[in-house]
């Protein structure tokens, strides 16, 4: 998706070396933001995990999907937020 979208995973109140060991694990390749007071799952109002949250090119939550993401569902969010290839 090249420029068009930002993914930005963020923790919920986990040690950094356990959070950077997962990520090294995984191999992830996306920015991990820690959150050891859990104030983004508060403000965000997070009931579950894992949570993710798409936010248009205007700073608008537009969606909040609670449970894990396939493909086609994500899709579908992308190509309503205009950043579908």
Do not use: C, M, W
């Not at 992830?28 to 090119?57: C, E």
């Amino acid at each position: 998706y090249g420029e068009r979208i930002t993914i930005l995973a963020v923790n919920n109140n986990e040690a950094e070396d356990t959070v950077r060991s997962f990520v090294k694990k995984t191999e992830l390749d996306l920015a991990v933001l820690l959150d050891p007071d859990a104030k983004v799952t508060g403000l965000y109002r997070v009931r579950g995990f894992p949570t993710t949250v798409f936010i248009d090119s205007e700073g608008v939550i537009r969606y909040q999907h609670l449970g894990l993401l396939n493909r086609s569902t994500l899709q579908g969010y992308l190509d309503d937020l205009g950043a579908s290839q």
